[in-house]
Structure formats: C-alpha cells, structure tokens
C-alpha cells in the first residue's frame, strides 16, 4: 500500500535550487511540509514562495552542510517548525571537472566533505531521531549514476558518488528492521546549475559537461523529483530516472573491457 504522504515533514538538502528546489515543490503539491537549506537565501526564498502560492507550507534554514551540527541545528528547526521529520533527502553536492592525476588532496577532501560527509553526518544523525521517535521514516541520498561508473575527468566526484552510494546500502540494510526505508537516487545529466558551479570550481568555466551529453541523456529536474516523490509512497532501494543508463551500469559490471572501450575521453 501507497504512503499517504500528506502532512508529513521532508528536509531537503541543497533545496534553493535545481534537484532539491524540484523535488521540495513536488513533496508540497503531495502535501508534505518541507523545510529546505543552503548556503544562499535568495534562492531558498523563491523556493518557499513557489510553495506558499501554490498553497503549500515551507521554511528554509541558511546553513552550509560542511559544518559541524549543522544537521543538528537543520533537524532542530525542522522539527520545532513543522514537526517530527519523516523524511530526509540530502541532496545538496558539487562536481568537480579534473583528471585524477591532477586533484590535489585538498580538492579532494574538499569534494568529500559536501558530498560525502556531510551526507553521512545528516543520515547518521536523522535515523538516531527516528530510532529514538520509533516511527520510521526515510532517509535518501542524491548520488548519481556515475555512483556505478566513472568517465574521464569526473573520477573525484564519481568517488564521492561511489560512497553516498555504498552508505546507503549500509544503512538500508541496518534499518529495515527498525522500519526505516533508505534509498540512493541516481540522476543522469540533469539541467541544472550544477553544471556551471562544478566549472567554476575547476577554473575552467568555458567547459561544460552538459554541452557535450547527447540530447537522449539529458533531464528535467522535475523528472528526478517526481521519481523521488514515487518513492517515497513505494518505497524501494533505488530512484533510476533513465533504464538505457541503468542497464549499462550492469553492462559494464560484466563486460568491463567493453564499456572501457565505448566511453571516449570527450573532457577537453
Ligand atoms: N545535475 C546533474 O546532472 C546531476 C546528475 C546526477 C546527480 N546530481 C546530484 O544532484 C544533487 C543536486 O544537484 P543539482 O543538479 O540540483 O545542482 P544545483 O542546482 O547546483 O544544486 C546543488 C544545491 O546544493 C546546495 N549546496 C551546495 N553546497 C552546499 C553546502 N556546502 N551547504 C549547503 N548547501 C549546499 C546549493 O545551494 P547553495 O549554493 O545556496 O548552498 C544548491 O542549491 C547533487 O548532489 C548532484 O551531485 C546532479
């Protein structure tokens, strides 16, 4: 049976904007209550305003998620605002354009610390909550298919991707029992500003990965949040918004060799 999603609290990370502001406005047509961050307000502001017109309820925390309690302080708002949380999505994340070789320690760290670390410390810290609270929940992670494959210049945050990825497995498994669902989500080239913040991180913003993706490949940030919104009232393990991508991750878990060959190092 479906999840009446109606009056419960969903926390999104990274909400002002693209996967997260998509996925907040779609949770409140479903009736949820949402409380959304990042580092910008304006953009949070639009994000609740859209809701609000649309008859919905929401508030936006301005915090960086790289800081330490900050998913306290994100939690403790959300639950003194709208009330205990069901459902957390920590979404927010970079990317970085850069061959391996040439990342340094610290771009690395720097990578890991929003998409990995912080995605740990907001999991960890929400499913303490919904242990002690004993009514369940969901936990889900915005990681990627490159969480299955990596491509040329993409293998740092590939690897952040990998981890997100790895975690939520764990959790899922550890959880279950407890009724906790966790899923990882798995967007493709998605039309954001992702794009334009990943190049401006690598000092190279005349390169945009999205300007060299086939059209085929290419999404709707509404298309990943209706698929987030889906499984939320059917909870499953995994949000794939592209079956063609999926299939080739398990293509490429068999034939390695042959998936090496087909992807071409297009970076420049
Ligand atoms: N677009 C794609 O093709 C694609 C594909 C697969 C996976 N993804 C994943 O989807 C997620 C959302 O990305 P998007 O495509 O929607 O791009 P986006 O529009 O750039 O969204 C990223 C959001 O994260 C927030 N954020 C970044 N660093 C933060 C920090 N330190 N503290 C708090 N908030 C922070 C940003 O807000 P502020 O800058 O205001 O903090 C922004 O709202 C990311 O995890 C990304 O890796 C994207």
């Known amino acids: 049976m479906a999840i009446d999603l ?14 997260g502001a998509e996925t907040a406005l779609a949770a409140a047509e479903a009736g949820m209550k949402v409380c ?17 017109q649309a008859g919905g309820q929401a508030i936006a925390v301005k915090l960086d998620v790289t800081d330490q309690e900050s998913e306290s302080h994100l939690l403790d708002t959300a639950e003194k605002e709208l009330g205990p949380v069901w459902a957390v999505f920590a979404n927010a994340g970079r990317g970085l354009n850069r061959y391996v070789n040439e990342t340094s320690d610290a771009e690395m760290k720097a990578l890991f610390e929003v998409n990995f670390f912080a995605t740990h410390r907001l999991l960890a810290e929400s499913a303490r909550r919904m242990l002690a609270h004993g009514q369940g929940g969901h936990l889900l992670a ?13 293998g740092g945050y590939a ?16 959880l279950k029992p407890h009724g906790i669902h966790v899923s990882s989500v798995h967007p493709i080239t998605t039309r954001t500003e992702f794009f334009e913040v990943a190049a401006e991180h690598s000092g190279n913003s005349d390169y945009k990965v999205i300007d060299d993706a086939p059209k ?19 909870p499953r393990p995994e949000v794939w918004t592209s079956r063609i991508v999926r299939m080739a991750t398990a293509i490429r878990c068999v034939f390695p060799t042959l998936f090496d060959r087909k992807v071409k190092d297009t970076a420049r």
């Open 216 to 234: 085929l490949f290419i999404q709707s940030s509404r298309r990943v949040a209706n698929a987030v919104i889906r499984c939320l009232r059917r």
């Open 159 to 174: 690897a952040t991707k990998a981890s997100q990825d790895m975690l939520c497995q764990a959790m899922r498994l550890e």
């Open 36 to 52: 959304l961050c990042g580092r910008r307000m304006p953009p949070l502001e639009e994000t609740v305003a859209r809701i609000e």
């Open 142 to 154: 915005c990681a990627s298919c490159l969480s299955r494959f990596a491509i040329p210049k993409h």
């Open 6 to 19: 109606h009056g419960k609290v969903l926390v999104v990370t990274g909400g002002g904007t693209g996967i």
